[in-house]
């Protein structure tokens, strides 16, 4: 039996190992458009499997770049699955589309390659964006109007962003760094970690970490979360106005607060602070199944 084992593994390792060494031929089609920018103008991209990159600059002109690349043991594959796989990128009246999609003829072959689709724009920071993202990936740097993103399955790295934000991410852990405006967050399965944060902000989270650390000019602060925990770190923390609640979980404070205890047994907790110095920001915090952190930021973080 040891022998016939033996043989098993080493006729099975030996497949792998071959498998591994199969080279992918590589396809590639550059798509490139510009389209002068007007104030009003909206971009529209939705992708899927798609990594989505969006950046401004000084140009009143919205440039856009779209590489699709398609893989696989035959060329002759790859160069056929490449053809099915359509692009749009077109202006209807103030908005501007940009998508990729499968052809949809049923006579077509059913394409057997990997595919990578990679959009690249570029717009004067003032253009709203909003963007459809699905088992991909989504950067968006230096903006300061209307950003709206739905995504599944796909991280989202957010930069210097100012203006009304809303994000709609399941299954896709979210990183924020220079957030400030208006800011809706709608998170299910998916980890939140924003820094340097300013502004207004209303989070909904479920199955997931929350992680903020305000700024000493952040102004409000909502959270709603289910089954996960929420941590807040401010320079001051004794500034600010505090509700926070915890169903099923624990709610921790540094001492320097002077906390009131509104509730307390073991499946409710709620704690009120209140500063002694008039007007301050306020901070709402309501977790079920979850715990509720409060602490000072000991350091700039980078």
Not at 94 to 107: C, M, P, Q, T, V
Request: hydrophobic letters at 40%; aromatic letters at 10%.
């Amino acid at each position: 039996m040891k022998k016939i084992s033996l043989v098993i593994f080493l006729a099975l390792f030996a497949g792998n190992c071959l498998s591994a060494q199969v080279l992918l031929q590589t396809v590639t089609k550059r798509i490139e458009k510009s389209f002068p920018y007007k104030e009003g103008y909206e971009v529209n991209i939705e992708g899927e499997k798609a990594e989505v990159y969006v950046e401004s600059w000084d140009r009143q002109e919205i440039a856009v770049l779209v590489e699709i690349t398609a893989k696989n043991p035959e060329k002759a594959v790859a160069e056929r699955d490449l053809a099915a796989m359509q692009y749009d990128l077109t202006k209807v009246k103030a908005k501007i589309y940009l998508r990729n999609y499968l052809s949809g003829d049923e006579k077509d072959p059913k394409p057997e390659s990997l595919f990578d689709v990679v959009y690249t724009v570029k717009l004067p920071e003032a253009c709203p964006v909003y963007i459809k993202n699905y088992f991909g990936e989504t950067e968006v740097k230096n903006l300061v109007n209307r950003l709206r993103i739905n995504s599944e399955f796909s991280k989202i790295t957010l930069n210097n962003i100012r203006g009304v934000v809303g994000l709609d991410t399941r299954f896709g852990d979210l990183f924020g760094d220079y957030l400030d405006g208006q800011v809706n967050i709608f998170s299910r399965r998916s980890d939140l970690f924003l820094n340097h944060i300013r502004g207004s902000f209303d989070i909904n989270a479920q199955y997931g970490a929350v992680r903020l650390f305000a700024e000493d000019d952040f102004l409000r602060l909502n959270v709603s979360a289910d089954h996960s925990d929420v941590f807040f770190y401010h320079p001051n923390p004794q500034l600010l106005t505090y509700s926070l609640s915890s169903n099923q979980g624990k709610i921790n404070t540094p001492s320097l607060l002077n906390a009131v205890m509104e509730a307390d047994n073991p499946e409710f907790k709620k704690i009120h602070i209140k500063p002694s110095t008039g007007m301050a920001a306020a901070v709402t915090i309501s977790v079920t199944f979850g715990d509720v952190t409060v602490e000072k930021a000991r350091k700039p973080r980078p």
